[in-house]
């Protein structure tokens, strides 16, 4: 049974553009990778942010099809390999393969991120929906009208440092479309990294798909703030970026926004997509009461919010 809607939520900034009249809704479907051992997450997932996807499941080491079960929507997809965070890289390899076989023509978007990470879809879409609609500008600049947006890859995300280049992370999920996913499945999986066994499954696809010609989008907004974000929301808005990897990190990201150097709220876009290292039910429930306003005002968290809304210092 699809989970009640909240209250109706604060709307998230638009994009300058948005959707003509006669343009069909872009079409997202959401995967998360998850394993049987934390299906109580998927729980916390189903009733927050998953459902306002198009399309949404969970590939897992059991599929669950009872509606009254933590796991519901968990599909038992094997890979080469044991079931191990250090064995990542195939069963990703699985999950794209299985997108692909059964879902390539009916969605637009492919978004996946793991049990750990919220999502505000409607930034997700907004987003993507945005990027459209500057592609279709560009080909009707350049007097190419016929060529579909479709025809271009696109596969966005959280650009992450590597000595002389950068991936896209994998935490906080990242986008193919369809034009990607196809490439990605039919042209670099038969010949790339094959048989390896590693957690890094986020550096072996960019470079899989490097190899094939296709580079990360940027996910960046107008102001140089992130969009996808590999913490918690606590940590990025009071984080300064200022030692450890996380110092070449921000580092890089000033350097692909004008040398601009954002720390602390200034990095949190307030057009931002997702959140990463959510542990529990009770985080990911917080942040989604949080975002849509859901508590009742009698609670501490609603009475806070109100407050909060009076004085217009939270961002949504």
């Given amino acids: 049974q699809q989970p009640q809607q909240p209250q109706q939520p604060q709307q998230p900034q638009q994009p300058q553009q948005q959707e003509s009249s006669t343009s069909p809704r872009i079409r997202i479907l959401c995967v998360i990778y998850t394993y049987g051992g934390a299906h109580h997450r998927l729980r916390g997932i189903r009733e927050t942010w998953a ?3 198009d399309g949404f499941f969970a590939a897992s080491t059991q599929t669950v099809e009872h509606p009254t079960e933590d796991g519901f929507g968990a599909v038992d ?13 195939q069963k990703v390899r699985s999950i794209w393969s299985y997108v692909h076989d059964n879902y390539v023509d009916d969605f637009d978007y492919f978004f996946i991120c793991g049990d750990d990470t919220h999502v505000i879809v409607e930034n997700l879409r907004n987003f993507l929906t945005l990027m459209r609609h500057q592609q279709m500008q560009q080909n009707a600049q350049q007097q190419d009208p016929h060529q579909s947006f479709d025809d271009i890859p696109l596969y966005t ?13 994998g935490g ?6 369809r034009k990607t996913l196809r490439v990605l499945v039919n042209q670099a999986f038969p010949v790339c990294n094959t048989q390896v066994i590693a957690a890094a499954e986020d550096r072996y696809m960019s470079n899989c798909l490097r190899n094939q010609g296709i580079f990360p989008n ?32 921000y580092s890089f990201w000033a350097s692909k926004a004008g040398g601009r150097s954002l ?54």
């Fill in 51 to 53: 459902w306002r996807c």
């Fill in 77 to 89: 997809l094997p890979h080469v390999g044991a079931e191990e965070y250090q064995n990542m890289w």
């Fill in 157 to 169: 995300g959280h650009w992450i440092p590597r000595k002389t280049s950068y991936y896209v992370g």
């Fill in 172 to 177: 906080p999920g990242y986008v193919l479309n």
């Fill in 218 to 249: 940027s996910s960046i907004d107008v102001t140089g703030a992130q969009r996808f974000h590999g913490m918690d929301a606590n940590f990025v808005a009071s984080f300064k970026g200022d030692r450890g990897f996380y110092k070449e990190v």
């Fill in 263 to 316: 720390s602390g709220f200034d990095i949190v876009s307030a057009q931002s997509v997702s959140f990463h290292l959510l542990k529990t039910v009770k985080a990911m429930k917080r942040h989604h009461a949080i975002l849509y306003r859901s508590c009742p005002a009698s609670t501490v968290l609603g009475s806070a919010l109100m407050k909060s809304d009076k004085n217009r210092t939270f961002i949504a």
